[in-house]
């Protein structure tokens, strides 16, 4: 019975240790999400605003004939896929579903370029499908913005040799309790009907969309980083919240046993000691 005892409350230790160590993660999980929302926000109203504006650029661009690819393709066979992840566990279904939707979508896809962001991506399509052409790893805790210029580069790269479009799958933030893994198709640009002003541009059309194409993939390409980390801290947060609770309730019933457990080897002393003072006064 002693045993039975020590066992438990060595069990009720492990379980207070495992308890902290979530609420830890809880609370910096909690404190993440307020900031990682609050740069997503200011970061939305970019593409928002010059999305409009290259689409009346593209409408100009079309009536006087001029074919970009970044607006046709570039008629490459193959498909580059930007897949946004985490660096680390503990974050509930995140790293599941985006790595299934993005496999999903590449063995649709022949062939399939992976740009694998984050180490769970990366250790996940090292075995396919599709093939590894990039890897961003421990880099995306701060999302920034060289590196949406660097992924932006690397793009480009691959769609103007290996590559005639591009998709991004990654977790879209609607709020602190509602995410959702999206497959966002990032090259050649789905935009809006422009309204095809004239406009006087310098030095010509061409490079205009060039450096806009550029521009606005850079400005998406952030954002869909900013809206994954927002979605990965929430989601961590949840679960952290929901292992935290397991343990309180793990920690009752552990203290109802430990608690029986020990009133038992009470009694079964007890009665130990009254047999053994009732066995000397038969003597006596």
Known sequence: MGARV?????????????RQITK?????????????????????????????VFASVAAAARREGIVHPLLQ??????????????????CGRYVGDVNRAAAALAQGKDPALILAGGEKAVLHFRRGPGRLAQAYVRVLDRPSLP????ITDDLLALYGTEAGEAYAVYTFFRGELAQVVRTERLLPFDLLPGEGRDLLV??????????????YLTGKVLRILLEAKASEHALRR?????????????LEKLTLAYNKAR???????????????????EEG
């Open 6 to 18: 020590r066992l438990i409350r060595r069990r009720i230790g492990n379980v207070r240790h495992v």
């Open 202 to 215: 310098e030095p010509d059309l061409p490079r205009l969309l060039d450096a806009l194409g550029r521009l």
């Open 263 to 281: 009133q038992h080897r009470i009694t079964a002393e007890l009665a130990d000691i009254m047999g053994g003072a009732e066995a000397l006064r």
């Open 147 to 150: 590196l949406a210029q660097r």
């Open 73 to 90: 393709g570039s008629g490459r066979p193959g498909t580059a896929i930007l897949v946004v992840n985490a660096d680390r566990g503990l």
């Open 238 to 250: 949840q679960a952290m919240k929901a292992a935290t609770d397991n343990a309180d309730e793990l």
């Open 24 to 52: 830890a993660m809880y609370t910096i999980a909690a404190t993440q999400v307020v900031r990682r929302k609050k740069a997503l926000l200011a970061a939305r109203p970019f593409t928002e605003t010059l999305g409009p």
